[in-house]
């Protein structure tokens, strides 16, 4: 009997697995069972900083240790698996770059269970100092509004942030710049429109209190879709700053991961 297991898609950063029998034969107990594991990354423009993945999975009760690092080609994975059936199964996912670094990772637990069908959502979070749009994909139609969160992942002591993100003017147009919650309220915010880019400075005010978290949102950015086509959303290198509260580099700054976006603009709805 077949189980397939299909991890749909790391969009946004989610990763679906699902557990399905393949068969309408009557349940039988088998100590393994062969399993088809998919991996498919959409967009592929999404996965150019992604060369492997690895699914590590855990047997609590028995101690069972699996690990598959299969290739990808194309954009997805095939590969054939076989799994033991149990309860509480670990499934921990990585994401790793061309040098072997894990850049997202996630974990959830299910019970693997031949002739049933079990889901398990693992949200891949980053691992690694990273400078991302929020979500990193969307697909929207001309004469709406779309919102990109511009995040922080794993940077300590920061207390102040520059960077310059660049669009395609002839699909959209930035409506409105505001300042996320990592920073706090007291801050210095000057956003900067221009054509094809914004840039945006935001600092903290000597006068600020209260702790900064080492992950978060340091603005929102609004946009207006003026054409059908198709938008990424990238920032320049030379042009970010991340400073400590006496005006210095952070450590983490040199080797952040700069993550790119995508906005796919329709000229009618449901044209994507």
């Known amino acids: 009997m077949k189980i397939r297991l299909s991890v749909y898609r790391i ?3 989610f990763v679906l697995l699902g557990l399905c029998s393949c068969s309408n034969t009557p349940t039988q107990y088998q100590p393994q069972a062969p399993v088809d594991l998919r991996i498919t990354f959409k967009p592929s423009l999404l996965t150019t900083l992604i060369s492997a993945v690895r699914l590590h999975i855990y047997y609590p009760g028995t101690g069972e ?6 290739s990808i080609a194309g954009g997805t994975i095939r590969d054939t698996l076989v799994l033991t059936p149990g309860n509480n199964v670990e499934f921990h996912l990585q ?3 061309a ?3 894990v850049l997202y990772e996630g974990y959830d637990t299910l019970d693997v269970v031949i002739g049933g069908s079990t889901v398990v959502t693992i949200l891949m979070e980053p691992v690694v100092s990273m400078l991302r749009p929020s979500p990193m994909y969307q697909s ?8 990109v969160g511009i995040d922080v992942y794993n940077i300590s002591q920061l207390y102040g942030a520059a960077f310059r993100l660049y669009f395609d003017d002839n699909v959209l147009s930035i409506k409105s710049v505001s300042p996320g919650a990592l920073l706090g309220e007291s801050i210095l915010f000057t956003p900067n429109v221009q054509e094809g880019y914004v840039a945006v400075g935001i600092s ?17 950015i609004v946009f207006n879709t003026v054409a059908g086509g198709e938008s990424t959303l990238e920032f320049d290198p ?8 006496d005006g210095e580099p952070i450590p983490e700054a040199a080797k952040i ?6 906005i796919v603009v329709g000229n009618t709805p449901g044209a994507n």
Do not use: I
């Open 11 to 13: 969009l946004y950063c």
């Open 204 to 220: 903290r005010l000597p006068t600020a209190t209260g702790l900064v978290g080492e992950s978060g949102r340091l603005a929102a």
């Open 257 to 262: 991961v700069l993550e790119t976006g995508v």
């Open 140 to 147: 929207v139609v001309v004469a709406s509004e779309v919102t």
């Open 95 to 97: 994401a790793l770059s």
């Open 99 to 101: 040098q072997d670094t």
């Open 238 to 245: 030379t042009r970010l700053k991340l400073t400590d509260q």
């Open 65 to 70: 240790t699996r690990e598959e690092l299969p």
